[in-house]
């Protein structure tokens, strides 16, 4: 089959692999119709080559066809329409009990120390080859896959892989009160979703990025945003728009390759340039994320708001203002997304004609699997309007 595979820093591949197959009775394979390019893999992409491997197959928002199951599988069957949720959970041990799916017991990657493995995410995540490919093979699959009915485009399901839970789950750890307000920094897929949810849920939502397409995308949706490649101070504008105060939360959608944060980018820059083996501990080991959104968060939330970061950081170390975090009360909420959590409360608004979320306005770019490298350079450099594109093999 044709995968998308890693090679180094941007510098990905369309690859021929061998087809996956049924190695456990709790496997499943399926034949991916769409599968998303996330924010997520620009990380890889970029600064988090040391924790690759030259081949590894990228990509974790699939969704398809399904081709074959193992013994042990009766939840779905072949011919299924499925989305295929990030985290590979078992849906029955003591975290997932707790629907902390993202903390699966099952699937820990206990040599490494973290949480679920995630489909083509590093070895800090199990290296489980990725769903941009013709195939991918499903482990834990009495549990994950979402089944979708048959009919509308694979756009209104496949955000159910991570884009809508994260989205959903950014909100929810928000914690914004009734009546309240939320500031989202970073306008991408994640960013544009939560800001949505919030709206449809009946909050004040200010949108923050600096590239136009999207601060446009924001406004179409009834978000009202501030342009961070003009506005020179957002947190002080942000409290200028709420009496003083800064908003009751704010969600970080950006993460740790945040625009305005030199040092650290230099930082990131060098520990590109060593062999993996050296810059796999130093990154594990060092504060080298750009922390620029966090920053602003931490400014821009009101005293005893709540900030909840969504976008992902990766350094031991980092620097974080105590002193103001402690001073304003702030309570700061993290993490991977436990995906099938959301599902419920969001099957009723993807399956809804109305279209509540706009999930068919996210996507900017569908091309074929082929085109991934052009693809991920796009995504990275913010061309051609790209906001989320969608890979079909
Ligand atoms: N927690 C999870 O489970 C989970 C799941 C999916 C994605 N993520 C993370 O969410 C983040 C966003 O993902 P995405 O797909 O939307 O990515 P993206 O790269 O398209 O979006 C990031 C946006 O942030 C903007 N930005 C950069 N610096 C900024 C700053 N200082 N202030 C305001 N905006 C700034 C960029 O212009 C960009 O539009 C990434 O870190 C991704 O890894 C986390
Ligand atoms: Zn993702
Ligand atoms: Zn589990």
């Given at each position: 089959?044709?995968a998308?595979?890693?090679?180094?820093?941007?510098?990905?591949?369309?690859?021929?692999?061998?087809?996956?197959?049924?190695?456990?009775?709790?496997?499943?394979?399926?034949?991916?119709?769409?599968?998303?390019?996330?924010?997520?893999?620009?990380?890889?992409?970029?600064?988090l080559?040391?924790?690759?491997?030259?081949?590894?197959?990228?990509?974790?928002?699939p969704?398809g066809?399904?081709?074959?199951?193992?013994?042990?599988?009766?939840?779905?069957?072949?011919?299924?329409?499925?989305?295929?949720?990030?985290?590979?959970?078992?849906?029955?041990?003591?975290?997932?009990?707790?629907?902390?799916?993202?903390?699966?017991?099952?699937?820990?990657?206990?040599?490494?120390?973290?949480?679920?493995?995630?489909?083509?995410?590093?070895?800090?995540?199990?290296?489980?080859?990725?769903?941009?490919?013709?195939?991918?093979?499903?482990?834990?699959?009495?549990?994950?896959?979402?089944?979708?009915p048959?009919?509308?485009?694979?756009?209104?399901?496949?955000?159910?892989?991570?884009?809508?839970?994260t989205?959903?789950?950014?909100?929810?750890?928000?914690?914004?009160?009734?009546?309240?307000?939320?500031?989202?920094?970073?306008?991408?897929?994640?960013?544009?979703?939560?800001?949505?949810?919030?709206?449809?849920?009946?909050?004040?939502?200010?949108?923050?990025?600096?590239?136009?397409?999207?601060?446009?995308?924001?406004?179409r949706?009834?978000?009202?945003?501030?342009?961070?490649s003009?506005?020179?101070?957002?947190?002080?504008?942000?409290?200028?728009?709420?009496?003083?105060?800064?908003?009751?939360?704010?969600?970080?959608?950006?993460?740790?390759?945040?625009?305005?944060?030199?040092?650290?980018?230099?930082?990131?820059?060098?520990?590109?340039?060593?062999?993996?083996?050296?810059?796999?501990?130093?990154?594990?080991?060092?504060?080298?994320?750009?922390?620029?959104?966090?920053?602003?968060?931490?400014?821009?939330?009101?005293?005893?708001?709540?900030?909840?970061?969504?976008?992902?950081?990766?350094?031991?170390?980092?620097?974080?203002?105590?002193?103001?975090?402690?001073?304003?009360?702030i309570?700061?909420r993290?993490?991977?997304?436990?995906?099938?959590?959301?599902?419920?409360r969001?099957m009723?608004?993807?399956?809804?004609?109305?279209?509540?979320?706009?999930?068919?306005?996210?996507t900017t770019?569908?091309?074929?699997?082929?085109?991934?490298?052009?693809?991920?350079?796009?995504?990275?450099?913010?061309?051609?309007?790209?906001?989320?594109?969608?890979?079909?093999?």
């Amino acid at each position: 089959m044709k995968a998308v595979t890693w090679h180094g820093k941007r510098d990905v591949r369309v690859e021929n692999m061998p087809d996956p197959s049924i190695k456990e009775p709790n496997d499943a394979v399926i034949k991916v119709t769409s599968t998303g390019i996330c924010g997520s893999d620009l990380h890889l992409y970029e600064v988090l080559g040391p924790f690759m491997a030259e081949g590894d197959i990228l990509g974790h928002e699939p969704m398809g066809i399904v081709e074959e199951v193992g013994p042990s599988i009766s939840n779905i069957k072949p011919g299924d329409r499925v989305v295929i949720p990030f985290n590979i959970s078992c849906g029955h041990c003591h975290m997932c009990g707790m629907e902390l799916y993202a903390q699966c017991e099952t699937t820990q990657v206990r040599e490494q120390g973290t949480g679920a493995a995630l489909f083509g995410y590093t070895k800090l995540y199990g290296q489980v080859p990725g769903g941009q490919a013709e195939y991918l093979r499903v482990p834990e699959a009495q549990f994950g896959p979402i089944r979708v009915p048959t009919g509308p485009p694979d756009e209104r399901f496949l955000y159910l892989s991570d884009v809508l839970p994260t989205a959903w789950q950014a909100v929810e750890y928000a914690e914004i009160p009734d009546g309240g307000s939320v500031t989202v920094f970073g306008l991408g897929p994640i960013g544009q979703m939560s800001a949505r949810i919030a709206r449809h849920l009946g909050r004040r939502v200010i949108g923050v990025d600096g590239v136009m397409a999207r601060l446009e995308m924001a406004r179409r949706h009834g978000i009202e945003v501030i342009d961070a490649s003009e506005v020179h101070n957002v947190p002080e504008e942000i409290r200028f728009r709420t009496s003083g105060r800064g908003t009751d939360s704010v969600i970080d959608a950006v993460g740790m390759e945040a625009h305005g944060s030199p040092a650290a980018k230099l930082a990131q820059t060098l520990a590109g340039m060593l062999p993996s083996a050296v810059a796999a501990p130093l990154m594990s080991n060092a504060g080298v994320d750009r922390l620029a959104a966090l920053n602003q968060a931490i400014d821009s939330v009101r005293r005893g708001g709540v900030i909840s970061v969504i976008g992902v950081y990766g350094g031991m170390t980092d620097p974080l203002p105590m002193l103001r975090m402690f001073d304003k009360g702030i309570t700061l909420r993290m993490g991977q997304t436990h995906v099938r959590r959301w599902i419920s409360r969001l099957m009723p608004l993807v399956t809804d004609e109305a279209d509540p979320l706009g999930v068919m306005d996210l996507t900017t770019h569908r091309m074929p699997l082929e085109q991934a490298p052009r693809a991920y350079e796009m995504f990275q450099k913010k061309s051609d309007g790209a906001i989320k594109i969608l890979l079909q093999p």
